[in-house]
């Protein structure tokens, strides 16, 4: 499976950005998908998670109740609607794949490039 991470940008606080994530390969239905950031100098963190079907959803304590991950498998493609951004949310951001739900870097074995996103103050 092939990642590639879109969408990020320089935004307001407050404002809100969506990232997307298109997939290669006709396995993409098969895996759970998640986003994970990293900021400078700081080690990546989980973001979201999806399941393959979409049913479920977890989300860091961070982000819970601003973020909104979806899927559309039709699409290949995973989205990470971010709302009410704070400076704190800046990083780039990453999308990947796993064999299961996991909110650990580890368990995931195709990751995106990364896509920027700057809050600005």
């Known amino acids: 499976v092939q990642l590639q991470a879109s969408g990020g940008g320089l935004v307001q606080a407050g404002g809100s950005l969506r990232l997307s994530c298109a997939a290669s390969?006709?396995?993409?239905?098969?895996?759970?998908m998640g986003w994970f950031r990293q900021a400078p100098g700081k080690e990546r963190e989980f973001v979201a998670v999806?399941?393959?079907?979409?049913?479920?959803?977890y989300y860091a304590d961070s982000v819970k109740g601003r973020f909104t991950i979806s899927r559309d498998n039709a699409k290949n493609t995973v989205y990470l609607q971010m709302n009410s951004l704070k400076p704190e949310d800046t990083a780039v951001y990453y999308c990947?794949?796993?064999?299961?739900?996991?909110?650990?870097?580890?368990?995931?074995?195709?990751w995106g490039q990364g896509t920027q996103v700057t809050v600005s103050s």
């Open positions: 999806i399941s393959w079907s979409g049913g479920s959803t």
């Open positions: 390969g006709r396995t993409f239905s098969s895996y759970a």
């Open positions: 990947a794949a796993a064999y299961r739900i996991s909110s650990w870097p580890r368990d995931y074995d195709y």
